[in-house]
């Protein structure tokens, strides 16, 4: 069962250059996130997608887009990269947003601005 | 402040000792409580969620909330070697609101 897929599991990117996460999930879940997790901040919501076809801003989505491109896939893409996006991103999803749901997560992608 | 507050630890416990792990959060509007473990280098995974007041065991694990006092916690009994991890507590509102997620919780377990 591969759950939550994300890919690349690591990258080191420039200042100013671009690049797109990819997150895919094979659980049929309605509800995909995505999360920045940095050293003594926990886990922070950037965009989230309660369904397909929507999207909505979290904590802190300055920085960032998102795009939900049917109901498996979910990117984040980074237009201009700064060393503040230094950070391990990962995606969530969950089969709905109700109060008993849980949150399945990938494997995260740690990446490094330069 | 931080919607949903821990105690950065580090939690030192004993093996076989009883570790308490605690979480307090602002939003009174919360309604579902989740913790999560996460080992170094690795992603969270769902130990127990819990909604009601009162007490919820699984296994080792017993959560407690009290919706009085907006308190929240993760009693592991039997304490291992295994459960050194960082355990994060999550909340989540009612209808379709995503996690909201505390600092997290360094535990380390001594054998």
């Known amino acids: 069962n591969a759950g939550v897929t994300q890919t690349p599991k690591f990258q080191v990117l420039k200042t100013g250059q671009s690049m797109t996460l990819q997150c895919a999930q094979d659980m049929n879940h309605n509800s995909m996130y995505w999360y920045r997790q940095d050293p003594g901040m926990g886990l922070r919501l950037i965009y989230y997608s309660a369904s397909e076809g929507t999207t909505d801003k979290g904590e802190v989505p300055n920085g960032y887009n998102v795009s939900r491109l049917n109901k498996r896939e979910f990117s984040l893409r980074l237009e201009s990269a700064a060393p503040s996006q230094t950070s391990v991103y990962f995606c969530a999803s969950s089969v709905r947003q109700g109060p008993d749901t849980e949150a399945f997560f990938g494997q995260g992608t740690r990446l490094t601005v330069v | ?111």
């Open chain 2, 1 to 111: 402040q931080k919607e949903v507050e821990q105690n950065s630890g580090p939690l030192s416990v004993p093996e076989g000792a009883i570790a308490s792990l605690n979480c307090t959060y602002s939003d009174r509007g919360s309604q579902s409580f989740f913790w999560y473990r996460q080992y170094s280098g690795k992603s969270p995974e769902l130990i127990m969620f819990i909604y009601s007041n009162g007490d919820k065991e699984d296994g080792r694990f017993t959560a407690q909330l009290n919706k009085a006092s907006q308190y929240v916690s993760l009693l592991i009994r039997d304490s291992q070697p295994s459960d050194s991890a960082t355990y994060l507590c999550a909340q989540r509102r009612g209808g379709n609101t995503p996690l909201v997620f505390g600092k997290g919780t360094r535990l380390s377990v001594i054998a």
